[in-house]
């Protein structure tokens, strides 16, 4: 580089000492875009990542519902819930006159088969993966129905800590109102 009196050589131009205000900002312009670059960077990375749990949590909801849709000893408890508060020759063959239930018209592990998959969409309901309101106003009425003939308990230990779970759906289920319902 030469320097001259009056200023600095620079390729084949000269500069004059009063313009290195310019070449300051043209530095600070140079070292914001790479800044700017690398933030857009990070921004997008973020809005994939969310777009990426996103998609990731609706083909687990596909494939949660393609179990209940696949699995006959839940389709067995549906459609004996259904039964059993609709028809009440049907219900006086399943309840006993205590009020408990007779299993022999249902087996225990369908039962438990169902309390199991509504525990894990009562997960999801508190993932956010679910909306409340959705599971409770397709399912909330069956786990009223189980609740309301005690068809569980005491064979599958209703009452011990490892049904909590199930038990706070059920509680939700009794309180949910399903005429004002926005799914």
């Known amino acids: 580089m030469i320097i001259a009196e009056s200023g600095v050589f620079v390729g084949a131009r000269i500069f004059d000492r009063t313009m290195s205000p310019c070449i300051e900002m043209l530095k600070?312009?140079?070292?914001?875009?790479?800044?700017?670059?690398?933030?857009?960077?990070?921004?997008?990375?973020?809005c994939e990542y969310k777009d990426y749990r996103r998609r990731e949590r609706i083909k687990y909801l596909l494939s949660f519902g393609e179990k209940y849709t696949s699995n006959d000893e839940i389709k067995k408890?549906?459609?004996?819930?259904?039964?059993?508060?609709?028809?009440?020759?049907?219900?006086?063959?399943?309840?006993?006159?205590?009020?408990?239930y007779n299993d022999s018209a249902l087996p225990?592990?369908?039962?438990?088969?169902?309390?199991?998959?509504?525990e894990e969409l009562e997960l999801l309901i508190r993932g956010n993966a679910i909306s409340e309101s959705a599971a409770l106003y397709l399912f909330g009425h069956y786990t009223t129905i189980l609740?309301?003939?005690?068809?569980?308990?005491?064979r599958l230990g209703y009452k011990e800590k490892y049904w909590n779970v199930y038990r706070d759906f059920v509680?939700?289920?009794?309180?949910f109102d399903y005429k004002n319902v926005t799914v």
């Open 77 to 100: 408890v549906l459609l004996f819930l259904e039964n059993l508060e609709d028809d009440n020759m049907y219900k006086n063959d399943c309840i006993e006159e205590d009020g408990s």
């Open 108 to 118: 225990i592990h369908c039962i438990e088969m169902f309390m199991r998959f509504i």
């Open 171 to 175: 509680e939700k289920a009794k309180k």
């Open 147 to 154: 609740d309301k003939y005690n068809m569980r308990w005491p």
């Open 28 to 46: 600070c312009v140079g070292e914001t875009i790479p800044l700017l670059a690398a933030l857009y960077t990070v921004f997008k990375g973020v």
